[in-house]
């Protein structure tokens, strides 16, 4: 086993890191390094290339082969013990199930990945694995114009600017009986002023069962506000636009 220094021949693009007992998961481009959290010495590599008819038809829909690869995107610890990774798969979303023994990681099945994971690469998205559901916010669309807040079988209303407007995810967390989402996102009520971007917070009921009818697969207990980051005084600065923090070089530690 070596020391984990990442990929020397391009950029990883890690954007999830997952503890998993003694193991850290690094979640990036094509493949999830599981590292000993002791020492950072790579135990297992978990490989996940697109296959290429995927990547094929990424490229035909105007993509990059940059773009058409498989990143990482949603990490999550299951209820039963075992492990949720989804990635782009190619702008064709795709989540796999993993099965721990022994420490090592072996694929159990695979499902699609839409209204859970992104389609591009460059989409922000946040999941949480809260009492055995997965809830979360990324876009459920090829052309990434359908932002979602989801939980099988709840969501957001569709291009429904009141309900989200172009959001940038940014992370969520469960307090009470709610679940929680933080993104910015284009101020409708400010249009008339021009356009600003707002920090957001997001909540949904754990509980939420939807509505009756035609709004049974939507939340009725969605509630979303401007997130107040804002330094006081006769005119307060705000921190409108909450971010996330990406390192652009690939992870060495100096061991």
Not at 101 to 127: I, L, M, R, W
Not at 168 to 185: A, K, L, P
Not at 187 to 195: D, H, L, R, S, T
């Amino acid at each position: 086993m070596n020391h984990f220094l990442g990929n020397d021949t391009h950029t990883d693009y890690f954007r999830l890191v997952l503890r998993d007992g003694e193991s850290l998961l690094v979640g990036g481009r094509n493949i999830v390094y599981n590292l000993s959290i002791s020492d950072l010495r790579e135990q297992q590599r978990l490989s996940w290339y697109s296959n290429e008819p995927d990547v094929k038809m990424c490229v035909m829909k105007g993509k990059d082969e940059e773009n058409c690869q498989n990143y990482m995107r949603i990490m999550a610890k299951t209820a039963a013990g075992g492990l949720l990774v989804c990635g782009t798969n190619s702008f064709k979303p795709l989540c796999r199930d993993y099965v721990i023994h022994n420490g090592n990681y072996t694929v159990a099945k695979e499902k699609p990945g839409q209204a859970v994971c992104p389609y591009d690469p460059h989409h922000n998205s946040t999941a949480i694995y809260v009492d055995g559901d997965l809830y979360t916010g990324t876009v459920a669309d090829f052309s990434g114009m359908d932002p979602i807040i989801y939980r099988e079988p709840l969501q957001t209303e569709q291009y429904d600017s009141m309900s989200l407007n172009a959001p940038d995810f940014v992370s969520s967390m469960t307090h009470g009986d709610f679940v929680y989402f933080f993104f910015r996102e284009t101020a409708v009520e400010y249009i008339n002023c021009g356009k600003a971007v707002y920090s957001r917070v997001a909540r949904v009921c754990k509980y939420d069962r939807g509505g009756p009818h035609r709004f049974r697969n939507r939340w009725t207990s969605f509630l979303k506000s401007r997130l107040n980051c804002s330094v006081t005084g006769e005119f307060p600065f705000y921190f409108n636009e909450i971010r996330k923090y990406y390192s652009a070089f690939p992870f060495q530690p100096n061991l």
